[in-house]
DNA sequence: GGATTTCTGATTTACGTACCTCAAATATTG
DNA sequence: CAATATTTGAGGTACGTAAATCAGAAATCC
């Protein structure tokens, strides 16, 4: 049997109440007092009964998701999954409210952080865009004892407690290494198209492609990264425009969104049939998997991404270490024979 | 605020004491009365606080793991998952039992579920042999009211509750495209290594390789599959011999256990590279990914498996439905840059 | 030494559900 | 209609913890 809190105050001598005073922190006990109760705790092995404890106080865990608006199909399935978590709210014991920020505005991100009340948030996850100002403004509500977790991309240097998303430096060697076999000792060129090299994630997996490329494959010379603020329109004129100059390209890798775009800008070149990779399982980029278009897709669950989240927070907030096998995001790689 | 079942019995104008006969199911009430409970019950979205309903019946879980013993060293990481799920049952409020069986061996199975007590276990997870006895001894337990999943390997035909583990038809066909991909084009044999035909999950891994290849690599030709009982040695020898005996092997999928052997295989031949996929990520392919031995090992997280087999079996025994998203079980694909 | 202040104990209520008992109401049977 | 069986109500205790009150004990101050 578990012990209980009676256990632990018949062990250390005291009365309940005072076992109560220690276990949450409240004032009004003796400093030796304290560690007769301590050592109780650490001589049983106790653990609060979180559920029991959930129970008495009522306690919901008020969570805020902080995500960009804009048409990204990504950042939308993002949101049907955070809304997806509202709907179970009731039986995990949240309050979720989700904030949209314009994308790329680090100043409405502050905003909306600054605008929080710290002692009706228990937990806030963000899509960071890595600037000094968010830093400041996440730190700043860590110290008023508020959880921050960041989402899909980090915000190294600032204290959050957890990133809930992939190693994008090893997602862009996976793409590398993906495209260097795909072209099996080919020499030739291979477009690099990102969003915005402002964004931590998007800088990372270049970097981690074309580390791969220069060492392991060196005969494919690498074009761009292209930046296109992850407009589909703006991929679709970079992408033609690229393929249309340079006959020598049978690669391209979109590390960014905008996939509609790139897919456009292939199907108008019907007869080259260049090795694609992109990112994110999105319904555009599920069915150029099927149609033979991309020929795979590097992704993060972001279902996985948004419910790890959650319990990280709530994790947090109870003082709780997660599991950090359970919460660990993978790369995804995505054939269109494995697609979920 | 979520109802409760004060809500109810006023709902529905009847007491306490006859909701809470309603929703355990014990008897004593008229028809008439448990429709007026039940309507009450879904006017109202009253759901269960499992929580609260743990704690006062001071629930736990008993659940069983049978699992095949011997060296496959996949069954053993498998293992000590179940080793950490059992860390953390004081927790999860679950009391675990592992029992291993010989391999391959389905009287062996038969005989761990015949003996279960069905009063005393609310759930078993069993990495199953394909056989018709085992099929009729799972039924049996689950006319018996308890809560069956399959690990790793299904049990198709039998009423099971949930299978946790991949498809395999998809993961056979992710090899094949694969292997066709980094092949690119040059015609030649790809050898085929299984350990077992009569686990359905290598049937099934085969035939989806057979027929990628088959419909979208018909420059490549199938050798085997060789049944090597996941036994290492025979893996070896059997890589070893075909190898020798066939110069236009190019490429190798190994669908099933003994990496290590295949390993030894082709270090033995060292000038030849041929195309490697393996299953399972475990100290060996980790190893053979890292040195370019292996070109990509397609793996199914079984700590994912082993938390997602308790979180079903505790939904089911509560007579809720799991979170399918959730308990979705990746076919993963690994290069040495996105290995975990 | 008395008045404070600080600490501690004892006790109670509550959370939402399970499960028990006992009595009362209603339905069924002979 | 009485005797019996079935159904329902009312109320309580328990689970493990949180949180509150009040009274007493001990330490501190002047």
Same mark, same amino acid.
């Given at each position: 049997? =578990? *012990? ?52 008495? =106080? ?12 804009? *048409?990204?199909? $990504? ?12 709907? @179970?709210?009731?039986?995990? /014991? &949240? ?19 600054? !605008? #929080? ?10 899509? +960071? ?20 977790? %960041? #989402? ?10 957890? $990133? ?9 060697? %996976? ?18 198209? +990102?969003?915005? #090299? ?29 930046? &296109?603020?992850?407009? +589909? ?11 249309? !100059? ?26 080259? /049939? ?7 399982? &999105? @319904? ?9 278009? $991309? ?11 948004? /419910? ?6 709530? +994790? ?17 790689? $995505? ?6």
């Amino acid at each position: 049997m =578990r *012990p209980t809190v009676h256990d632990i105050a018949a062990e250390a001598g005291v009365s309940l109440a005072t076992v109560d005073r220690v276990l949450n922190g409240r004032p009004g006990v003796r400093r030796q007092t304290v560690e007769k109760v301590e050592t109780a705790v650490s001589r049983l092995g106790y653990v609060r009964d979180v559920m029991a404890a959930n129970l008495a =106080r009522r306690r919901i865990y008020p969570l805020v998701f902080v995500i960009p608006a804009g *048409p990204n199909s $990504f950042m939308r399935v993002l949101e049907a999954e955070i809304a997806a978590a509202m709907g @179970r709210s009731s039986v995990e /014991r &949240t309050s979720i409210r989700i904030e949209t920020v314009p994308p790329f505005d680090s100043g409405a991100i502050v905003r909306v952080l600054d !605008a #929080l009340d710290p002692q009706s948030v228990s937990g806030v996850a963000l899509v +960071a865009t890595d600037t000094e100002e968010v830093r400041i403004a996440v730190d700043r509500l860590i110290d008023q004892g508020v959880q921050v977790a %960041t #989402l899909v991309s980090d915000l190294p240097g600032s204290r959050r407690v957890h $990133f809930c998303g992939i190693d994008n430096i090893a997602a862009g060697r %996976t793409a590398g290494n993906l495209i260097g076999r795909f072209c099996a000792g080919r020499p030739g060129k291979v477009l690099v198209v +990102a969003g915005s #090299l402002k964004l931590s994630d998007h800088m990372d997996r270049a970097s981690g492609f074309a580390a791969v490329l220069k060492s392991e494959f060196p005969e494919l010379e690498i074009i761009g990264p292209v930046e &296109t603020n992850d407009d +589909a329109d703006a991929v679709r004129s970079a992408v033609g425009a690229a393929l249309d !100059a340079d006959p020598h390209i049978i690669a391209i890798y979109n590390l960014g969104a905008g996939n509609r775009g790139l897919i456009e800008a292939i199907a108008a070149r019907k007869p080259r /049939r260049p090795a694609v990779i992109a990112h994110e399982v &999105t @319904r555009h980029s599920r069915q150029a998997l099927a149609d033979g278009v $991309f020929d795979a897709v590097i992704n993060q669950d972001c279902g996985h991404e948004v /419910r790890s989240a959650i319990r990280v927070l709530k +994790a947090y907030a109870d003082g709780l270490n997660p599991l950090s096998a359970q919460e660990r995001i993978r790369i995804d790689v $995505f054939l269109k024979d494995n697609l979920p």
